[in-house]
């Protein structure tokens, strides 16, 4: 099964500052170690809300708001696609990964993380 794990934003990551240079490196071998054992299929992070843009739709009227957008707590600023056995190994991962940020920023870090399994098409329900 694949799970998204979803890392919710802070104010540091809306005002475009990158995670500080320890973080990166810990993350980056920690992502590494996790592809090397065929947990994790796929990682990215996310601009800023700024750089972005919202497009609804009512009936047949299309609007769009560009970014930044005020809730900054329900944004987004990266993910992971991981192959999980189940919900619970997949929230293992994303504990694991969320006390990485706590190792390396100290225990007065605050963060959430998102655990969604994702739906697949029939053909691609084996994970290729």
Known sequence: MRFMMMV???KNYEAGNPPPPELQAAMGAY???????????GVGGL??????????????????LDGPFTEAKELIGGYA??????KAEAIEHAKRFM?????VLGPSYSGECEVR???MPPDMSNGH
């Open 8 to 10: 919710k934003a802070d």
């Open 31 to 41: 992502t590494e170690e996790m592809m090397k054992a065929g947990v994790v299929v």
């Open 47 to 64: 601009l800023p809300s700024a750089m972005g843009a919202k497009v609804r739709i009512a009936g047949d009227a299309v609007s769009v």
């Open 81 to 86: 696609i991981v192959e999980a056995k189940s």
């Open 99 to 103: 006390k990485l940020h706590v190792e």
């Open 117 to 119: 399994e994702m739906c």
